[in-house]
């Protein structure tokens, strides 16, 4: 029992960049003026597209998740009256052109350095299973839920939390 309170300890110390992937080229990026079939296509295989200002600079400006694209997909009904101006992106009207008329613009990231427990305490805040890291504005990479309980799941099992070459 000591062992796992020491292991989960230990993981929670971890920093960002020792789990993360940083494989920024894999990373699913758009820039912020590509065309929303552009988005469609690659949504088609992932769930969520990290938008920047452009591919040389990688400066973070928003995110695309599959429900940002539903609420464009869906047929805006407006009442007889409307108080101040609708939201009415959408396919169908022409109104969603580019990944930037999508896109959400607060986007809740991580630094390299933060600890894995403060990277948790904001999935579980604000409900999400990734986080973009963040280095000045660059995103350099990304951190996910799942690489957090693969990561733990073997250490369980006597694999080291970090490999010598990722500490």
């Given at each position: 029992?000591?062992?796992?309170?020491?292991?989960?300890?230990?993981?929670?110390?971890?920093?960002?960049?020792?789990?993360?992937?940083?494989?920024?080229?894999?990373?699913?990026?758009i820039?912020?003026?590509?065309?929303?079939?552009?988005?469609?296509?690659?949504?088609?295989?992932?769930?969520?597209?990290?938008?920047?200002?452009?591919?040389?600079?990688?400066?973070?400006?928003?995110v695309?998740?599959?429900?940002?694209?539903?609420?464009?997909?869906?047929?805006?009904?407006?009442?007889?009256?409307?108080?101040?101006?609708?939201?009415?992106?959408?396919?169908?009207?022409?109104?969603?052109?580019?990944?930037?008329?999508?896109?959400?613009?607060?986007v809740?990231?991580?630094?390299?350095?933060?600890?894995?427990?403060?990277?948790?305490?904001?999935?579980?805040?604000?409900?999400?299973?990734?986080?973009?890291?963040?280095?000045?504005?660059?995103?350099?990479?990304?951190?996910?839920?799942?690489?957090?309980?693969?990561?733990?799941?073997?250490?369980?099992?006597?694999?080291?939390?970090?490999?010598?070459?990722?500490?």
């Amino acid at each position: 029992m000591v062992e796992k309170k020491k292991l989960i300890s230990d993981f929670y110390e971890l920093k960002v960049n020792q789990l993360m992937d940083k494989r920024v080229w894999d990373l699913p990026l758009i820039e912020k003026n590509d065309d929303i079939h552009n988005v469609l296509s690659i949504l088609g295989g992932r769930n969520h597209i990290w938008v920047v200002e452009n591919k040389n600079d990688k400066e973070l400006v928003g995110v695309i998740t599959e429900h940002d694209v539903l609420s464009i997909l869906t047929p805006k009904k407006f009442p007889s009256y409307v108080f101040g101006i609708p939201d009415i992106s959408s396919i169908k009207h022409g109104t969603a052109k580019t990944a930037e008329d999508v896109m959400s613009h607060r986007v809740i990231n991580c630094n390299p350095n933060d600890k894995i427990i403060d990277a948790l305490m904001k999935m579980v805040k604000y409900n999400l299973r990734r986080l973009p890291v963040i280095d000045g504005k660059k995103i350099v990479g990304e951190l996910t839920l799942h690489q957090l309980i693969r990561k733990f799941y073997l250490a369980t099992q006597y694999h080291p939390l970090i490999d010598n070459e990722e500490g």
